[in-house]
């Protein structure tokens, strides 16, 4: 599809987008109360608890995010054989997403983050989660799943959502890519720092500023648009990938491509919670992708989607009509 200059006209197309998630994917618990008064025990907030709710999370909230746009996504993960991913493929159920994807376990426990949070403010994160890797057997059963649904489903993309919690092995990367390149599907990667340069030769590589620093192991700052570009060709030629897109927290966004570059600034936003922007971030740009938008609509629409999650408490996925409204009003190059 080639670039249209209404923002519509493009959100149309991604309607009934095929797309595969493959990665870690979890349960995000919260307890929302309320401190009124501190501890007598040790010098901790008393929380007084009104309410428990739980969300998709990690590859799921990346999924959530691709069906709000109006895409028809498939996650691909390896949960437990437990309570936990019970809810999680209830969750998935009540969202309207397939569980067609979802690998069990014996051996493992599924990954749940709880979230105690008072008004805006965020107490603490308890996580309950297995972060062995999949063994042989685990990786053998997650990659035939894959590529059934690659096979079944035909996606327009695959987006890779690696949380390093051992669903995405050596093994299961290679095996993975080497699939999407015989299918020749495109294939956009949201990486941590383990594995960071397994994904060789992929069309989109979206790592954060954070994981930039980690992945190559260099001080960064992401005001510095000179480090930034030097930091982004020691990458590509280690990766062989086709574009670059690095968010900046509040520097931007940057995405580096064959032809051309582009440093975005980000857009004013009254930031409540960080969590779960990158999800959104490489779901917009993953569709985009497989629609043939240029980069520089790529970055600036993911950037704008980005930041329009931050302004929410805990991770919720991307609100399509306020992501229209948006885009009308502030008409990001399209």
């Known amino acids: 599809m080639a670039a249209t200059s209404d923002p519509r006209t493009t959100l149309d197309a991604f309607q009934g987008t095929s797309v595969l998630v493959l990665g870690d994917v979890m349960v995000d618990a919260y307890l929302w109360g309320r401190v009124d008064r501190i501890s007598p025990e040790a010098p901790v907030p008393v929380v007084h608890v009104y309410e428990r709710s739980a969300r998709l999370g990690g590859a799921a909230n990346v999924a959530l995010n691709l069906a709000a746009l109006g895409a028809r996504p498939v996650v691909v993960s390896t949960v437990g054989h437990d309570a936990e991913a019970d ?56 990659l035939q799943r894959f590529r059934e649904r690659l096979s079944a489903d ?54 954060n500023l954070k994981e930039l620093r980690e992945g190559l192991k260099t001080d960064l700052a992401g005001g510095d648009q000179q480090a930034v570009r030097s930091a982004v060709a020691d990458l590509e030629a280690k990766l062989g990938n086709t574009l670059s897109l690095i968010t900046l927290s509040e520097h931007g966004i940057y995405v580096h491509g064959p032809d051309e570059e582009h440093f975005l600034p980000a857009h004013r936003r009254k930031i409540a919670d960080v969590s779960g922007a990158g999800d959104t971030v490489i779901a917009v740009a993953s569709l985009c992708l497989a629609h043939g938008l ?27 009509d306020r992501f229209r409204a948006e885009l009308d009003r502030i008409r990001p190059e399209a």
């Not at 809810?87 to 159920?93: D, F, G, S, T, V």
């Not at 599924?110 to 999949?134: A, F, N, W």
């Not at 095996?175 to 594995?195: H, I, M, Q, S």
Request: hydrophobic share 40%; aromatic share 4%; net charge negative.
């Open 87 to 142: 809810r999680l493929e209830r969750l998935l159920k009540e969202a309207g997403l397939s569980t067609e994807g979802i690998v069990r376990a014996a051996e493992r426990s599924t990954t749940v983050k709880t979230r105690v949070i008072s008004g805006h403010q965020h107490i603490v994160r308890v996580d309950e989660e297995t972060l062995r890797p999949l063994s042989p057997e685990e990786e053998d059963a997650l």
């Open 154 to 207: 035909r996606p327009a993309v695959v987006v890779i959502e690696d949380y390093n919690k051992g669903v995405l092995t050596p093994r299961a990367i290679a095996g993975a890519l080497e699939a999407c390149r015989e299918a020749g599907v495109p294939v956009t990667v949201d990486p941590k720092k383990e594995n960071f340069f397994a994904y060789t030769g992929v069309a989109l590589f979206k790592p």
């Open 294 to 320: 240029p980069p520089r609509t790529i970055a600036a629409w993911s950037n704008l989607a980005g930041g329009l999650v931050c302004e929410e408490v805990g991770v919720v996925p991307l609100d399509p």
